[in-house]
Structure formats: C-alpha cells, structure tokens
Antibody, heavy 120, light 110 residues
Framework: EVQLLESGGGLVQPGGSLRLSCAASGFTFSGYAMNWVRQAPGKGLEWVSV????????YYADPVKGRFTVSRDNSKNMVFLQMNSLRAEDTAVYYCAKGRYSSSWVFDSWGQGTLVTVSS | QSALTQPASVSGSPGQSITISCTGS?????????VSWYQQHPGKAPKLMIYEVSNRPSGVSDRFSGSKSGNTASLTISGLQAEDEADYYC??????????FGGGTKLTVL
C-alpha cells in the first residue's frame, strides 16, 4: 500500500523559509515522479512542482518559480520542497502526490497534507 | 495562467446521472490527452478518479467515466450515490510543462 507522509509545515513570517518533507513507502520510489500540490483554506487545488524520476527534470508553477525548490533523495524515499521568500498567498495545505509513472502528470496517490501558514 | 473552467455546483438525485464539464484551451485540455479528475471529500486528501481523459484506476467504480471534445473535458457519474457527494476537480497538462486545475465543482446528492 502506498503511503505518503508530509511534515515540516507550520507558522512562518512573510519573507521567511520553510522546508517540507514527504516520506514515501509501499512502492519503488525511484521509479516515479513526485509532486507537490497545495490548497489554500477554502479554495481549490493548485499544482506547485514536480520532480520526474529518471532524467531528473523539475518543473514549477509560475507563482513559486524562483522561490521554491523541489528535491528528492531516492536512498531515503523522500521528496522535499524548500520554500523561500514566503508570502501570505503561500498559506495552504501542501500535499505530496505520487505520479502514475516516472514522468507522469497524473497524481495517483496523495498524502494527508501539511499546513503552512505565512503570517506576521 | 487561469484555472480551467468548471461549474461551481451540480446536483442530482440518487440513481440519476450527472456530468461535470471542464473547459480549457488548445494549450491544455484541447492539446493533450492528459486530463484527469479528482474527488475530494471535506477534510480529506484528493483521490484520482479518471486519468488520461477516460481511464479509470483500479478500484474506482465504473459509474465514473470521462470524455473529451475539443477544449472541453467531461466527467460523468451514473447511478448517483450519497457517497459521491464531494468536490470534483479536473486537471490538465499544459504546453508550458505545468499542470493546471479547474476551480472545482461541488456535487450535491439530493
């Protein structure tokens, strides 16, 4: 059974930084794309970033490009999201989501999310 | 890039069928067969229901089906059940190598 467990969320001041982690189990982690998707309180889903396996390509949504960095450690079955220069509009539940295959844009398993609150 | 367009809400009675539309452009929905649909119950993580326009993951009821015509994709739920009441989101790959979601549709089972 696929399991994804996010951690690292919390309250941070505008301009601050936070690093989210996602621990994966139940599948061959190195063979799948890993994504971050967020959801602001009471709002819809917004894709944030993906780290494709194999070639190791990374992609970002425009609102976070240049501020967020996705990385992964296949030896530890973990994916990370380094978030810098945080803004109030980054406040959201951040979900880690497994891709359907190595370069997939489909999210076939999701974690329960970790809440990031950006406020002074 | 603006979100894909979905109706804010739809409703139906148990046993009926409903369809949720998802309209984009030739740069996303219309240009690729990478449309997926997600179900989200309140306070829960989303769940993949349909991928690549019309494919169902194992374990998803065959009451759920997807299709696409031009720049508009659709999710149809037949034989509505109370447990289908949830928010539904479409998503599409885009020409900019990103993913864009729809604004979400709240399904009410009357």
């Amino acid at each position: 059974e696929v399991q994804l467990l996010e951690s690292g969320g919390g309250l941070v001041q505008p301009g601050g930084s936070l690093r989210l982690s996602c621990a994966a189990s139940g599948f061959t982690f190195s063979g799948y794309a890993m994504n971050w998707v967020r959801q602001a309180p009471g709002k819809g889903l917004e894709w944030v970033s993906v780290f494709h396996s194999g070639v190791g390509s990374t992609y970002y949504a425009d609102p976070v490009k240049g501020r967020f960095t996705v990385s992964r450690d296949n030896s530890k079955n973990m994916v990370f999201l380094q978030m810098n220069s945080l803004r109030a509009e980054d406040t959201a539940v951040y979900y880690c989501a497994k891709g359907r295959y190595s370069s997939s844009w489909v999210f076939d398993s999701w974690g329960q999310g970790t809440l990031v609150t950006v406020s002074s | 890039q603006s979100a894909l367009t979905q109706p804010a809400s739809v409703s139906g009675s148990p046993g009926q069928s409903i369809t949720i539309s998802c309209t984009g452009s030739s740069s996303d929905v219309g240009g690729y067969n990478y449309v997926s649909w997600y179900q989200q119950h309140p306070g829960k993580a989303p769940k993949l229901m349909i991928y690549e326009v019309s494919n169902r993951p194992s374990g998803v009821s065959d009451r759920f089906s997807g299709s696409k015509s031009g720049n508009t994709a659709s999710l149809t739920i037949s034989g509505l059940q109370a447990e289908d009441e949830a928010d539904y989101y479409c998503a599409s790959y885009t020409s900019r190598s990103t993913v864009i979601f729809g604004g979400g549709t709240k399904l009410t089972v009357l």
